[in-house]
């Protein structure tokens, strides 16, 4: 993925501007932060694509759109209930917690499509798989995360 160093520097000169566009759209600072993480994830994914420069831009992006997403688990946007937080949280835990017990291809799979927003066949290209594969390996991921958040 890259030089961690150089990861680090750009999470540290990244994060609080990233992370204030998401808070002015979710008025709640920990959906914030989700998002603001999320996002700096996702732009890691595509460094090796983005033109110099554009780091900001493209981590400012994908934050929006997580932070509008964000903004739905919260119904007043102004005023979040503790209670709601509190639920998404432990959402947020138990997702993290089934997608962290998935197999390495189904988990780096649901990354490519999920934070990444590639289709089959780059997910299929990216893994060394055809883009029916790579459905596939998508698809059996899903089940597996539906069966492991059912159960929780």
Known sequence: ??????????YKEHF?????????ITRCPHAAEDAAQDALLATFAQL????????GAYA?????RNALRQRTLVPDAHEPREEDHAHAV?????VRGALNALPERQ??????QVYADRPNDEIGDALGLTANAAGQLLHRA????QSS???S
């Open 60 to 64: 400012t992006t994908v934050a929006r």
């Open 149 to 151: 958040l059912e159960a």
């Open 90 to 94: 432990i959402l947020r835990d138990h």
């Open 48 to 55: 090796d694509r983005l033109d110099h420069g554009a780091f």
């Open 142 to 145: 899903r089940r597996s995360l």
């Open 107 to 112: 988990r780096q799979a649901m990354f490519l």
């Open 16 to 24: 609080d501007p990233v992370r204030r566009r998401a808070q002015a």
């Open 1 to 10: 993925m890259g030089d961690p160093e150089v990861l680090a520097a750009l």
